[in-house]
């Protein structure tokens, strides 16, 4: 089945820990995206790539970093500078990075850290 | 920065009401796209609109893009309770490749 995949679903950490979120998608999309929804609100954007190699900082990008070595993923860390990190993460990617095209949705990390 | 707006937060109707939802931004945007997350879900595309003025229908679901392309609606004909959900509009601007989420509404349908 073609899709895209975040795991763990559930992750918790102490604080002051690194922690890496896995995505991956096997769509063979160029663009993929990081958000962060807090409860109750919208998404707010992370980090977003349009080709391998290559990735530029969204609306919220102080505390975490991402790497776009492979097409298929796009994995990010939540670093100790994150000052506030619990929350849901969801992972997106679609065909195009020229914003035409739909984004198709991961099922989510939940991150809590304590 | 570029603002994207969603109102109403939350509604609840009874079910065989119909609702809208209205999405407004800060800036003159190229396309909109809208998505619908269930409780406990991840959003899931429903539609994009490009024109000025466009207006697409999905059963009973219709969504508008303004004159001005600045704003959008998504109205639902007779709500069920399978509409229950979050509804977002995401809106890019020109020369840009990211999309900025609205805040969301969250529609309870009561049967």
């Known amino acids: 089945d073609g899709g895209i995949t975040q795991s763990p679903k559930y992750l918790f950490r102490k604080e002051g820990q690194n922690v890496t979120l896995s995505c991956e998608q096997n769509?063979?999309?160029?663009?993929m995206y990081w958000y962060r929804q807090d409860p109750g609100q919208g998404l707010r954007l992370i980090y977003y790539s349009q080709i391998v190699n290559d990735f530029q900082k969204g609306d919220i990008a102080e505390g975490y970093s991402v790497s776009r070595e492979k097409k298929e993923s796009f994995p990010l860390t939540v670093t100790s500078a994150q000052k506030n990190p619990t929350a849901f993460y969801l992972c997106?990617?679609?065909?195009?990075?020229?914003?035409?095209?739909?984004?198709?949705f991961g099922q989510g990390t939940r991150l809590t850290v304590v | 920065g570029q603002q994207v707006m969603q109102i109403p937060q939350y509604q609840h109707v009874q079910e065989g009401e119909d609702f809208t939802t209205y999405c407004n931004s800060s800036?003159?945007?190229?396309?909109i796209q809208w998505y619908k997350q269930r409780p406990g879900g991840h959003p899931v595309f429903l539609i994009q609109?490009?024109?000025?003025?466009e207006v697409k229908k999905q059963k009973r679901l219709t969504f508008q893009f303004g004159e001005a392309k600045k704003n959008s609606s998504l109205h639902i004909t007779a709500t069920q309770t399978t509409d229950v959900g979050t509804y977002f509009c995401?809106?890019?601007?020109?020369?840009?490749?990211?999309?900025?989420f609205g805040t969301g509404t969250r529609l309870k349908v009561l049967a």
């Open positions: 609109l490009v024109k000025s003025g």
């Open positions: 800036t003159t945007l190229s396309n």
């Open positions: 995401a809106g890019r601007t020109s020369g840009t490749y990211k999309y900025i």
């Open positions: 997106a990617s679609s065909s195009s990075g020229t914003g035409g095209a739909e984004a198709f």
């Open positions: 769509l063979n999309h160029d663009a």
